[in-house]
């Protein structure tokens, strides 16, 4: 569960993001009251993390339009019973090829460039195992909502190949995986992973 100064948070963002985006007449009043929740928000996320409330109103003052969950594809790739990790330069950790999905692609497209990105590795999606609430799978807190969706892709070509993001591609039997980076991968999604890599039949996890 998030603490409530993180929900709160959260919640004055969207309503200064929501109000800014649909103050239609261009009051200046309300502008300025929005962009004053805005600062609220800020504040509390600092107060709360020891940032710096510069860094965080420039955050919240970046994002536009609507506001909605962000979206994190990650590609689950196995090989002779072992699960594809790469290892995380910002943290030192492994965790499942992925990142966050850009416009004009799909998910399963997304996907597959992040796997191609991070890895070397050339793959195919063929199944979509699971489309979560980061918030309710055991991640570290996170100052935006996110939805995280997992495609279960087939290893078609390529070879390990390191990244700007990544410093370390392998494949891990699983009594043998790695310390994790727990903000993009917990252990009870890479035992999941496992699970339905042995039950193919079994139906997308959701929520």
């Not at 035992?191 to 039949?201: G, K, L």
Request: proline share 6%; charged share 30%; with cysteine.
């Amino acid at each position: 569960m998030n603490p409530k100064w993180l929900d709160w948070a959260r919640e004055l963002q969207a309503i200064a993001q929501n109000g800014l985006t649909y103050n239609r007449d261009r009051d200046a009043y309300d502008t300025l009251r929005f962009q004053d929740v805005q600062r609220v928000a800020a504040e509390i996320v600092a107060a709360h993390s020891n940032g710096d409330v510069a860094h965080f109103r420039a955050v919240f003052a970046a994002e536009e339009g609507h506001i909605t969950p962000k979206v994190d594809v990650r590609g689950v790739v196995f090989r002779d019973d072992k699960i594809l990790l790469v290892r995380e330069r910002s943290d030192g950790r492994w965790t499942l090829p992925g990142g966050w999905a850009d416009p004009r692609e799909s998910p399963s497209e997304a996907t597959v460039r992040e796997v191609y990105e991070e890895s070397g590795y050339q793959t195919r999606a063929v199944k979509l195992l699971a489309l979560y609430d980061r918030d309710k799978h055991g991640h570290p807190p996170h100052l935006f909502h996110i939805y995280k969706v997992y495609f279960l892709c087939a290893l078609v070509g390529g070879a390990p190949a390191t990244s700007v993001e990544t410093d370390g591609v392998d494949f891990f039997a699983e009594d043998d995986i790695p310390p994790l980076s727990l903000g993009r991968v917990t252990p009870a999604l890479i035992a999941r992973c496992f699970e339905h890599y042995r039950h193919p039949e079994w139906p997308t996890d959701f929520d």
